[in-house]
């Protein structure tokens, strides 16, 4: 007699994770910290990819080898900045049900709606164009591929991670996780090899400088790399319905986790960021190299200063950086579109 074999129905990566999120705010369970919060990371990370793309490789480089260590307090400022505005994104999400595009289409006359819509489309637009040339220069550099072989490899990867939108919202936020993994530990790796002056990092961490009017263009430079108009528009709509909940000590206690996804993402992205200013300024300026401004020299200089794997490390994390905030800017100007005109484009 042969025996009947059912197969078991498959429970998706999202099932799981809203199973476990909803015990935990409902405190059905005594687990460590830890455990606690992993259902709820994920919204931070991606945002969190717009804060180390490629514009802040040109803006860190340029800074740390023009200036040395001065501009790091910029970074710690901006990072903190960005901590407070992805919160308050993550919070009207959460709290309204709805998306900072939507709560605009709701509050704004049509005109303004209709103004508002297409100057964060523009701005959607070049952010992704740098992007997404950063990403095509990753694929130049490291493989040795001419520009438009880079470029049609980054359309192809981004809309391979932008249908990962099929299968829910955890095996997109896990891409993207990974992908802001690579940048940090490529980042650590640099920083160890660069051996910087970690006396005088602290102290222009806390102590605000300028020299002169460049240095006030750059950091200005660095601030408008570092908080992106699309971060916070799709930040909201990350949170809004990815986990719901309606009474509101559930809501407290989702808000609360947000905060921490918040604090550890844009603090890997403020380490990122800090690190590539730190690397040029210990590379690129200690040598006396203060010419260096754009991502090609920093990646051809690297080798004879530090030795391949430094440049190695540095090109991919490049076309992490590259690859994943191509992802992140599509994926924002699509929801700043549905928003505001109510209008949706299959990926």
């Known amino acids: 007699m042969k025996k009947s074999h059912t197969k078991s129905p498959k429970v998706s990566a999202d099932h799981i994770t809203l199973k476990a999120a909803n015990a935990v705010l409902a405190g059905g369970r005594k687990r460590s910290r830890l455990s606690d919060l992993l259902p709820f990371l994920g919204p931070a990370f991606i945002a969190s990819v717009a804060y180390v793309d490629p514009?802040?490789?040109?803006?860190?480089?340029?800074?740390?080898?023009?200036?040395?260590?001065?501009?790091?307090?910029?970074?710690?400022?901006?990072?903190?900045?960005?901590?407070?505005?992805?919160?308050?994104?993550?919070?009207?999400?959460?709290?309204?049900g709805q998306n900072l595009a939507e709560q605009c289409r709701n509050q704004f006359s049509r005109p303004v709606v209709w103004?508002?819509?297409?100057?964060?489309?523009?701005?959607?637009?070049?952010?992704?164009?740098?992007?997404?040339?950063?990403?095509?220069?990753?694929?130049?550099?490291?493989?040795?591929?001419?520009?438009?072989?880079?470029?049609?490899?980054?359309?192809?990867?981004?809309?391979?991670?932008?249908?990962?939108?099929?299968?829910?919202?955890?095996?997109?936020?896990?891409?993207?996780?990974?992908?802001?993994?690579?940048?940090?530990?490529?980042?650590?790796?640099?920083t160890i090899i660069d051996r910087p002056d970690w006396g005088n990092i602290i102290f222009h961490s806390v102590v605000p400088q300028f020299s002169g009017a460049e240095s006030v263009v750059l950091a200005t430079g660095i601030?408008?790399?570092?908080?992106?108009?699309?971060?916070?528009?799709?930040?909201?709509?990350?949170?809004?319905?990815?986990?719901?909940?309606?009474?509101?000590?559930?809501?407290?206690?989702?808000f609360r986790f947000e905060v921490a996804d918040v604090v550890i993402a844009m603090g890997i992205a403020s380490f990122v960021n800090a690190a590539m200013l730190i690397m040029a300024a210990?590379?690129?300026?200690?040598?006396?190299?203060?010419?260096?401004?754009?991502?090609?020299?920093?990646?051809?200089?690297?080798?004879?200063?530090?030795?391949?794997?430094?440049?190695?490390?540095?090109?991919?994390?490049?076309?992490?950086?590259?690859?994943?905030?191509?992802?992140?800017?599509?994926?924002?100007?699509q929801i700043i579109m549905q928003g505001f005109l109510h209008r949706h484009i299959p990926v």
């Open 282 to 333: 210990a590379t690129f300026h200690k040598t006396g190299l203060t010419h260096i401004a754009t991502i090609e020299d920093a990646y051809q200089t690297l080798e004879p200063l530090l030795g391949k794997a430094a440049r190695w490390f540095f090109g991919l994390s490049l076309l992490a950086a590259g690859l994943s905030s191509s992802t992140v800017s599509t994926s924002a100007g």
């Open 115 to 190: 103004t508002m819509w297409i100057l964060m489309e523009l701005v959607a637009m070049a952010t992704d164009l740098a992007e997404f040339l950063g990403a095509a220069l990753g694929f130049n550099l490291l493989l040795g591929v001419p520009l438009i072989i880079g470029g049609i490899l980054t359309a192809i990867v981004t809309f391979l991670i932008l249908g990962l939108e099929r299968y829910g919202f955890r095996p997109l936020e896990a891409a993207i996780s990974s992908m802001v993994g690579i940048i940090a530990l490529s980042y650590l790796i640099e």
């Open 55 to 96: 514009g802040n490789f040109a803006t860190n480089i340029q800074a740390g080898a023009k200036y040395g260590y001065m501009l790091v307090w910029v970074i710690v400022a901006s990072n903190l900045m960005a901590m407070l505005i992805q919160t308050l994104s993550a919070k009207l999400g959460i709290a309204s």
């Open 223 to 254: 601030l408008g790399a570092t908080v992106m108009p699309h971060a916070i528009f799709l930040h909201s709509a990350l949170t809004q319905g990815r986990i719901v909940v309606k009474d509101n000590k559930r809501l407290k206690r989702l």
